[in-house]
């Protein structure tokens, strides 16, 4: 069973990447099984080194080079979604950066949970597997929710709150931890993070604003994402910001109260399968 698992993975990430052809996105060229059973995946050899890497050695990045990197995910993950496929598990990990400065070249891997938009369903989490890794997969993913193209642009903006800050915006000494508070809380705010001299208000409003909780929230697409980011930058102190920040004080209206009562049901829900598989 764990054989087959690992083939379906291999062949949906096949099917996902050899049919966008985007120059960010690694090329598959062949996929099957050894002589001794194992399921292979033969792609492109990308040198470089990984976005977490850069982050965790480089973080905070300089603006021009953020945006040169967002630019060219965004513009990835447009045609990814515009094919009708979400990536579902989004993060610097799975992200190579080739090329030094201005010829930084970024290449997104492992469609290996990728899934068609239409085909998007529950059928894994209700086998017992966790699809995405915590604090990068939208909170609506975590539930099990049907999710759509938004879900990809959370994870984006989780990327790029890290290469804002070198920070990451949900505590957690575990998995279970950070999806809890993930789904209970909110971000922690970027604005008082970062540098107001050098970061502009505008650019911290754009990024809080993908990572609503609620995808109705967030923007319309990856690429109205990257461009409110590019034009707080261009207008630096002068950016106002693309929409209110959501107030997080003050007392709760009877539906803000349902839907922290359902996230609250849903932590629960979500923390007692994966203490179940433990077991």
Not at 50 to 75: F, G
Not at 269 to 276: C, E, R
Request: aromatic share 4%; hydrophobic share 45%; proline share 5%.
């Amino acid at each position: 069973a764990t054989d087959q698992k690992a083939m379906e993975r291999l062949k949906r990430e096949a099917r996902a990447a050899a049919q966008l052809g985007n120059p960010h996105i690694v090329d598959v060229y062949d996929l099957g099984v050894s002589t001794d059973g194992r399921p292979y995946v033969v792609m492109k050899l990308v040198p470089g080194r990984t976005l977490k890497e850069i982050i965790d050695e480089e973080a905070p990045l300089a603006l021009p080079r953020l945006m040169r990197l967002l630019r060219q995910l965004s513009e990835a993950l447009k045609d990814a979604h515009e094919a009708g496929v979400i990536h579902r598990d989004l993060k610097p990990e799975n992200v190579i950066v080739s090329g030094r400065d201005a010829r930084e070249r970024v290449t997104i891997l492992d469609f290996g949970i990728a899934r068609r938009i239409e085909d998007v369903d529950k059928r894994l989490t209700v086998e017992g597997e966790m699809i995405g890794t915590a604090g990068y997969m939208a909170p609506e993913q975590a539930l099990a929710k049907t999710i759509d193209a938004r879900a990809d642009q959370f994870a984006l903006g989780v990327m790029v709150y890290e290469m804002l800050c070198g920070a990451f915006p949900y505590d957690g000494e575990s998995a279970l931890r950070i999806i809890a508070a993930q789904l209970t809380g909110l971000p922690k705010d970027i604005h008082p993070l970062v540098n107001p001299e050098v970061i502009p208000t505008a650019l911290c409003d754009a990024v809080m604003r993908a990572l609503s909780k609620d995808p109705e929230d967030r923007f319309e697409d990856v690429i109205f994402f990257a461009n409110a980011c590019a034009e707080a930058v261009a207008r630096g102190d002068d950016a106002q910001p693309t929409m209110a920040v959501t107030a997080v004080t003050g007392p709760k209206t009877q539906s803000e109260g349902h839907v922290g009562r359902g996230l609250a049901i849903g932590v629960i829900a979500v923390l007692s399968v994966v203490i179940v598989l433990w077991l």
